[in-house]
T-cell receptor, first 119, second 115 residues
Framework: ETGVTQTPRHLVMGMTNKKSLKCEQH?????MYWYKQSAKKPLELMFV???????ENNSVPSRFSPECPNSSHLFLHLHTLQPEDSALYLC??????????????????FGPGTRLTVL | SQQGEEDPQALSIQEGENATMNCSYKTSINNLQWYRQNSGRGLVHLIL?????REKHSGRLRVTLDTSKKSSSLLITASRAADTASYFC???????????????FGKGTKLSVIP
């Protein structure tokens, strides 16, 4: 166990559904991340949250909406997804350090992922 | 284009043999990290090596970094069937003019250790 949990582990949804992915970290970290892992593509960073504020959004479509109510919880709200959004969605956390919150100074701890299938 | 690229894409060895995976990158880095992923699961951090370090060990793992060649290698000694997984290198790349960095992952090396 890495100290990062994700629910659900598997999700099948239609293109018109609305669902949410949940991530929780028990490590006391101050930064959390959403990544997308598609077959035969490198892991893609979607969102970064630090101190509960969204810091980066890597040009992710608006059908993905993140929410970070506190430093331990991170959600990814999904609506009107496309079949090409089917992928493994990974949550991660780390301790960002320095005045400019250097996110890559330390290792990231990943959850087990949610396998999403969009029909 | 992606920052880190692992080589080979796939590697199959017998249990007890050593496994070597390589990672090349394009731009200067502050650090480089290696992660392991078992099929369909989350990534597990293995080793972080900083740009001023040349070699690092952790148990049966040995990582080297050559910043002049912009490359790193991960060596797993005396491999076990449980080492079967995909291995990724990740480098810190500057994301925006604000000075923030993100981890950029390669496509990984799929290692199969045959009992």
């Amino acid at each position: 166990e890495t100290g990062v949990t994700q629910t659900p582990r598997h999700l099948v949804m239609g293109m018109t559904n609305k669902k949410s992915l949940k991530c929780e970290q028990h490590l006391g970290h101050n930064a959390m991340y959403w990544y997308k892992q598609s077959a035969k593509k490198p892991l893609e960073l979607m969102f970064v949250y630090s101190l509960e504020e969204r810091v980066e959004n890597n040009s992710v479509p608006s059908r993905f909406s993140p929410e970070c109510p506190n430093s331990s919880h991170l959600f990814l709200h999904l609506h009107t997804l496309q079949p090409e959004d089917s992928a493994l969605y990974l949550c991660a956390s780390s301790q960002a350090s320095g005045r400019t919150l250097y996110y890559t100074r330390n290792e990231q701890f990943f959850g087990p992922g949610t396998r999403l299938t969009v029909l | 284009s992606q920052q880190g690229e692992e080589d080979p894409q796939a590697l199959s060895i017998q249990e007890g043999e050593n496994a070597t995976m390589n990672c090349s990158y394009k731009t200067s880095i502050n650090n480089l990290q290696w992660y392991r992923q078992n099929s369909g699961r989350g990534l597990v951090h293995l080793i972080l090596i900083r740009s001023n370090e040349r070699e690092k060990h952790s148990g049966r793992l040995r990582v080297t970094l050559d910043t002049s060649k912009k490359s790193s290698s991960l060596l797993i000694t005396a491999s076990r069937a449980a080492d079967t997984a995909s291995y990724f290198c990740a480098t810190d790349t500057k994301y925006s003019g604000a000075g923030s960095y993100q981890l950029t992952f390669g496509k990984g090396t799929k290692l199969s250790v045959i009992p």
